[in-house]
């Protein structure tokens, strides 16, 4: 047994004596304990709740108000009757969460009815920076025996869904009639918005909803299914909801409508599968309901405890919401989603958003498992429920949905995001503490999907599928209905591993030492190889990887599983390591001798990076170039990406670099130009201040892709894969923003044909036509998407519209675009997006954005909703310093500085910062990157990019 072990197991023990509590909560409280903990940290534990008192049994009550009445439209009277339990001796005081704007009157009564005498001095305390309600009693409760606690309250609907709680949005429905609607959105900490309640996911209990509004608002939902309606005064209508299975507070909700309604169904199933929108949705969500009913299957079979077996009240609803505040939420019974990814159409949707919205759906069916039976105790380990529903969002989905191929996206979306991200010094593990709510938020990051989901991939290689399907099954039965930590799960893979003696082909390996340094140290290995061919033998070493050049490496070493291959084996299908590597270095031999290459992390399936010695570099290079086919494209896709990141930590230089990707000028797969795109656009925003030698550098990107723009074509072929098409999306959009010429003019051409031929685009291609329409056309133009903006039914189109129009060059166009932002046309999820696209359309519209930033600063403020937990303005306000030259950011920071105290001072002066130091990096190498194009470009390149050089500049000018 493990040291983490015996030390979880002793404080679990502890934890016994001081209650009846979740264990959980305790042993990862003492876990935490033994780091050097900043005394700042316990100031924040303040906000989370004590666990003396506990509920059982929520009615909750809700009285819902429209603009029916004006003396308090769009409100709500609640009240709540809450079952529960002290678990403790003496105590006096109950916490519990309100953030409502006034609390009424509190109760408390015995098993028997009668009332408990509350603190004569002061019954009840308001602390709101921590959204406590305390409530003070006479004489201590008695242990472990029921209480009812009741509590009247009144709050105010939030306007758009970005602050959460309980909010309303707006829609046309098909009479053209603008109709209002309310729902909820409490992960991960907004319950206590609507009601008051122990707003932390450990403490589960029973939801029982009763709702009442205008008899008008027929479209009701909730997680469960309705026992009842009743009729009251003013012609308005209660409904009763039929109770919950024990579960956690930010997963209780309702929308309340005029006319939503089932727009697909699958009644095949109990309970029924349905798709849930707006009235002129209707018919539009069959592709949807195709995903929900196959992965409802897949998940039955694979978790081995049917959906239907959670719970016979729960529903299996699927809500398409025109308003969301992130791409879908995993409500047990009633999941919400942005409605983009739920009206699918083929010929009105964008391949990745159609290529999204299966893992999505995925992912938020794997959560009625992970995360919603079983949840994670504290938002500390988020990475459990993110972790686990991430990794299915593709591997499931790919059992049922495989022509999406999504195995093969699942590195460049979240291993090398992850792997990008987790090489700062600031990177945090997998498990660590959160406490106040900007940090609860935070967890919701890069390391808690991107990573945890390649960390369970990689673990699942080292353990064998089966028996990681094996370990999903023992940590869901022993732990239904409960709060979850890092040691149940720990325990469960254990159980798993030992009885399928999974491991046996690694003697000495230690899985639990290799599951608390992955889960609870940040980073992760770089692996150098150097291989001796005489012998065969090939020196690994390993250390931790920091991308910044200036860094130190730590002493931390990782278990690394150790998959490879070389060019005589040539077998890039076995995924299980061949090695468990554990110490800082080591020496394995390969079975063949003699000069060939040599790849390690096979498909790219473990969490590190691998670098060579020049010689095998050298090999890998010509095989790249000569023979691109004999390595697997996802280790190609992986060679382009840690080439980019070796390059940026100065182990390799910009010439070798670029000599070793070379070979992309005969390249044409999506997954290797997924990282050569974003390793491109790395460094054309650090040289974008020297316009002319951006240009340069365009050509030469150009030239490379220019094989892969011929391939691929402007049109999408008869039976080609969603992969390929999805290539096509990115490539073209990519080249078209550099000026490639011929997709510039492929692009308008489908673009007129459109306004002036009424001749539709291809959907799959409408991102590079409606970006280059506008860039390249004028007010008519402009005028002539916006209106289609406005005639659209589908907010895929719609969005990729709003891209579109982004890309305006003319001032006046680009600040009427920027002031659509500032009305509901925009929807508030999309107000951050569509700023960004004004950035990303044009080099020079920044100039643009800054005028209107300087000119409407204050209703930016509120209509962006700075304060919701997005922080959307900060992102805004750092965003644009990233697109300026030297004199636009001095500018920038002086009117930064005559703000009157601005909240997002701090961030965007650190991003300004960051503009420098990228533009010092840029100024400081951008010979050096010119010379290694001109050097690694072969001889038919060289005229080629001379003559697209050519049409750049002319462009420029
Ligand atoms: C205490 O409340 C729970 C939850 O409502 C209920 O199941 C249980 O029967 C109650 N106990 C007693 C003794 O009434
Ligand atoms: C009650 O509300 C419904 C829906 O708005 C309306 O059609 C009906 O006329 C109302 N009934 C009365 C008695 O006001
Ligand atoms: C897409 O367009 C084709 C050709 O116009 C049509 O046959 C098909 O029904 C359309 N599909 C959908 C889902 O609307
Ligand atoms: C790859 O190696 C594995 C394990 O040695 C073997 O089972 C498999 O057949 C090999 N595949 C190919 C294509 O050689
Ligand atoms: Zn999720």
């Known amino acids: 047994m493990s040291n983490i072990l015996l030390v979880a197991l002793s404080l679990g023990l502890v934890a016994l004596a001081v209650g009846d509590h979740p264990l959980s909560w305790y042993r990862e409280f003492q876990e935490i304990e033994f780091e050097d903990v900043p005394a700042t940290r316990n100031d924040e534990r303040a906000y989370r709740l004590p666990t003396t008192v506990v509920p059982l049994d929520y009615d909750i009550y809700l009285d819902l108000f429209f603009d029916e009445r004006p003396d308090r439209p769009f409100s709500y009277d609640g009240s709540v009757d809450i079952v529960i339990q002290a678990k403790v001796e003496s105590v006096k005081q109950i916490v519990l ?79 053209n009639v603008e109709r209002v609607y309310a729902t909820t959105h409490f992960q991960p900490y907004n319950a206590r918005q609507a009601f008051p309640c122990w707003d932390e996911p450990l403490f589960k209990a029973v939801f029982k909803m009763h709702i009442s509004r205008p008899s008008g608002y027929t479209g009701i939902f909730s997680n469960t299914v309705p026992t009842g309606n009743s009729l009251l005064l003013n012609n308005r209508t209660s409904t009763d909801f039929a109770a919950t299975p024990v579960m956690s507070s930010y997963l209780v909700t309702f929308l309340v409508s005029e006319t939503f309604k089932v727009i697909a169904q699958d009644t095949s199933f109990k309970p029924p599968i349905r798709i849930i929108g707006r009235s002129n949705t209707y018919g539009l969500a069959d592709h949807v309901l195709e995903l929900a009913v196959k992965m409802t299957e897949f998940f039955d079979n694979y978790f081995g405890i049917p959906y239907a077996k959670l719970h016979p009240n729960l529903l299996n609803d699927h809500v398409s919401s025109p308003d969301w505040a992130s791409a879908g939420t995993e409500n047990w019974g009633m999941v919400s989603y942005r409605e983009l990814y739920m009206i699918i159409n083929k010929n009105e949707t964008i391949m990745s958003v159609e290529h999204y919205a299966a893992t999505l759906v995925s992912h938020e069916l794997a959560h009625k498992w992970f995360g919603n039976l079983i949840t994670c105790y504290w938002w500390s380990n988020t990475w459990i429920n993110e972790g686990y529903a991430s990794y299915f969002g593709y591997i499931a989905t790919n059992a049922m949905f495989p022509q999406y191929e999504f195995p093969d996206h699942f590195n460049s979306r979240y291993l090398q995001t992850s792997l990008a991200f987790d090489s700062s010094p600031s990177t945090v593990p997998l498990n660590h503490e959160v406490n106040t709510p900007l940090q609860v938020t935070g967890h919701f990051g890069t390391i808690s999907y991107s990573k945890a989901a390649s960390f369970l991939r990689m673990t699942a290689n080292i353990m064998s599928l089966e028996t990681f399907k094996e370990s999903c099954q023992y940590f869901l039965m022993a732990n239904l209905y409960k709060p979850t930590d890092q040691f149940d799960l720990l325990k469960a893979m254990n159980d798993a591993i030992v009885d399928d003696n999974s491991l046996e082909n690694y003697p000495g390996f230690n899985f639990s030492d290799y599951y608390r340094i992955w889960v609870n140290e940040p980073g992760y290995p770089l692996l150098t190889v150097k291989i001796n061919y005489d012998t065969g033998d090939m020196t690994l070493e390993q250390e931790r990887f920091f991308l910044n050049p200036a ?6 070493v990782y278990p690394i599983p150790i998959t490879y291959t070389t060019r005589r084996i040539s077998n890039f299908t076995y995924l299980r390591p061949s090695h468990m590597m554990t110490t800082r270095s080591t020496v394995i031999s390969k079975p063949t001798v003699g000069e060939e290459w040599v790849i390690f992390n096979i498909q790219q399936q473990a969490h590190y990076r691998v670098s060579y010695d020049q010689r095998n570099w050298e090999l890998i290079s010509d095989a790249l170039l000569n023979r691109p086919d004999s390595i697997h494209y996802l280790n190609r896709a992986q060679i382009v990406d840690d080439v980019f990141a070796l390059m940026r930590s100065e182990r390799i230089t910009i010439q070798f670099a670029l000599h070793i990707l070379r070979f992309l000028a005969k390249e044409t797969n999506n997954h290797v130009w997924e990282p050569a795109i974003s390793g491109f656009n790395w460094m054309r925003a650090r040289i974008r201040h020297i316009p002319e030698k951006q240009a340069e550098f365009d050509a030469y990107v150009l030239a490379q892709m220019e094989h892969a723009i011929t391939t691929l074509g402007f049109e999408p072929k008869e039976g080609e894969s969603p992969t390929v098409t999805t290539a096509r999306q990115s490539i073209l959009h990519f080249a078209c923003l550099l000026g490639h010429e011929k ?3 492929e692009s308008w051409d489908r673009f007129y044909d459109w306004r002036v031929n009424q001749k539709p685009v291809n959907s799959r291609v409408r991102r590079n036509v409606y970006v280059t329409g506008i860039r390249e056309g004028d007010v008519e133009d402009f005028n002539f998407l916006l209106s289609k903006f406005r005639e659209s039914n589908y907010a895929n189109d719609q969005l990729e519209m709003l891209r579109g129009l982004g890309a305006a060059k003319d001032p006046e166009l680009l600040t009427s675009y920027l002031k659509l932002t500032l009305t509901k046309e925009v929807r508030s999820h999309d107000k951050l997006n569509t700023f960004n696209y004004a950035l990303l359309g044009n080099q020079d519209n920044y100039k643009t954005v800054m005028q209107f930033v300087k000119d409407n600063i204050e209703e930016i403020r509120i209509k962006y909703i700075e304060d919701s937990p997005a922080r959307p303005v900060h992102s805004a306000l750092s965003n644009l310093a990233g697109y300026m030259d030297e004199p636009a950011l001095v500018d920038y920071e002086a009117w930064l500085e005559s703000q009157q105290n601005l909240p997002q001072l701090a961030t965007a002066k650190n991003a300004i910062a960051s503009a420098r130091t990228n533009m010092a990096w840029g100024t400081a190498n951008v010979d050096k990157i010119l ?5 690694s470009a072969t001889k038919t390149v060289t005229s080629l990019f001379m003559l697209i050089a050519m049409t750049v500049l002319l462009r420029v000018i």
């Not at 860094?551 to 931390?556: M, Y």
């Not at 010379?931 to 050097?935: D, G, L, Q, Y």
């Open 97 to 175: 969460h309100a953030n409502v704007e006034k609390v009424g009157e509190v109760k408390l009564k015995n098993l028997a009815g009668a009332e408990v005498i509350l603190d004569s001095e002061k019954s009840t305390e308001r602390e709101t920076l921590y959204h406590f309600l305390k409530i003070n009693v006479q004489e201590p409760l008695t242990p472990n025996v029921n209480y009812t606690l009741h509590i009247d309250y009144t709050n105010k609907m939030n306007e758009g869904p970005m602050k959460r709680g309980i909010w309303r949005g707006w829609y046309i429905d098909e009479n």
């Open 931 to 935: 010379e290694a194009t001109r050097s």
């Open 551 to 556: 860094l130190e490496t730590t002493d931390q």
């Open 743 to 745: 997709c510039v003019q």
